[in-house]
Structure formats: structure tokens, C-alpha cells
């Protein structure tokens, strides 16, 4: 009957509750003074905005960037992903020598075949005109797709800087040189304005050095020829003394 409130007894009885009792703080706490409040929280953005959304305060050591993107990257991305044009000029230069080499193997080329050449003359240049005019279509649906060579490490070339007319002028001026006079002068002569004038183009000034090279260069590779392979170079004016 005590312990069953619905038979009629008294609620059994229970300790009381002791209430929490905050600690004291000792002595060392009444030194240093009160205890610092804690550090409140940051204010969340209204809807769950991005903290790197524009115009929005970012701490210190928050990256600049959003997350997923990559500046540098986009524009990398964007070329690889234009084709270089340019490159279609390589594709008509190589359709252009195949078709050439092709046309030249079937028109002027005869039929010279005999017992120590049963194949001919004719098979070579037409399969490497074949060769080319292949290359070429395979590369131009390359360069269609979005396919680049990269570029080469090793050199410090700054593509932002304009083109050096006059190296490119005075290069072509010597090897224009070099075929006007080859058949009168000789390749010696012809052979040393050409080096020694490339030399020029490309910066190097020591004109005595360079034109010992130069008649060096000449006589080295006249007598290559005429030795090593035995073709002869146009003597020009020093027929007979070479």
C-alpha cells in the first residue's frame, strides 16, 4: 500500500534533488582576475551563402579563389581547346610536295626497268608522295581536333615579342647570295659570303674570326664532296688551284 499510489498510499519517498552548486574559484582565480569570456561565433551568412561569394569577408587565410576553379588554368584550357590555324599552312605545304612528287614520278619519270633493277625508278617517289599527301590529312584532322605540339622547354623564346625582320631578311639576302654566285665564283667564295654572312644576321661580330671560320667551313666541305662522295662542287674562280 505504500509503494502503489493507486491503491490509496502515500507516494514513496525521495531524496531530494541537490541543486548544481557553481565552483567557487580558488585563489589562484581572485589573482588573475575573471576568467575571460568566451570567443563568440561567427555570424552565418543569411540562406547559406558562400563565404567566398563576392563581396563577402573572408578570413585571412581563406584562398582568394573559389573552390573548383583555377584562374591560370582557364585560359590554358581555352586555347587547347581553339585549333591553331597555322598549323593548316604545314598541312597544304605537305599536301602540295606530295602532290608534286607524285605528279613528277608519273610524267617525267620513264620506264627504265632491266635485270639489276626490276622495280624501276617510278615506285619510290610515287609511294613517298603517297607518304606525304597521308600525313598531311592525318594532320589537319589533328590540328581540326584541337591537337598542339608542346612547346619546347629548353628554348626561352618570348612569343609576345614581334618578329626580328631584319635577322629574317639578312638570312634569306646570304643564301640568295650564296645561289646567285655559286656557279661563278665557286662554292669556296660563294660557300664563305654565305656562313660568314649568316654569322652577321645572327648577332656575331668578331668579322675576322668569323671569316677564318667561314673559308674554313668552304674548303672543308668542298673537298668532303669531292673526296668522301665524289661529287664536285662548282670551282668558279679558283678552277684549277683547288
Not at 547559406?48 to 579563389?65: L, S
Request: glycine share 12%.
Amino acid at each position: 500500500m505504500t509503494t502503489r499510489p493507486d491503491r490509496g498510499g502515500d507516494l514513496p519517498s525521495r531524496p531530494p534533488a541537490v541543486p548544481d552548486i557553481p565552483a567557487q574559484p580558488g585563489p589562484e582565480a581572485a589573482a588573475t582576475g575573471p576568467a575571460p569570456a568566451p570567443p563568440k561565433a561567427a555570424p552565418t551568412p543569411p540562406g547559406g551563402a558562400d563565404a567566398t561569394a563576392p563581396g563577402a569577408e573572408r578570413t585571412p587565410d581563406e584562398p582568394a579563389t573559389t573552390a573548383g576553379t583555377d584562374p591560370a588554368a582557364a585560359p590554358e584550357a581555352a586555347a587547347a581547346r581553339q585549333p591553331d590555324r597555322a598549323q593548316y599552312g604545314v598541312c597544304a605545304f605537305l599536301a602540295l610536295v606530295g602532290g608534286l612528287v607524285i605528279f613528277d614520278a608519273t610524267t617525267r619519270i620513264g620506264r627504265a626497268i632491266n635485270t639489276a633493277d626490276p622495280i624501276g625508278p617510278k615506285p619510290v617517289p610515287i609511294l613517298l608522295g603517297v607518304l606525304l599527301l597521308v600525313i598531311a590529312v592525318i594532320y589537319a584532322v589533328d590540328v581540326a581536333r584541337g591537337g598542339a605540339g608542346e612547346p619546347e622547354a629548353g628554348e626561352d623564346v618570348d612569343l609576345s615579342l614581334p618578329i626580328d625582320w631584319r635577322t629574317v631578311l639578312l638570312l634569306i639576302g646570304a643564301f640568295l647570295v650564296n645561289a646567285v654566285l655559286i656557279d661563278r665564283l665557286g662554292w669556296v667564295i660563294s660557300g664563305t659570303i654565305l656562313f660568314w654572312g649568316s654569322a652577321y644576321a645572327l648577332g656575331n661580330r668578331h668579322y675576322v674570326r668569323n671569316l677564318l671560320i667561314a673559308v674554313a667551313l668552304s674548303l672543308i666541305t668542298f673537298y668532303t664532296f669531292a673526296i668522301g662522295l665524289g661529287v664536285d662542287l662548282p670551282a668558279g674562280v679558283l678552277q684549277g688551284i683547288l
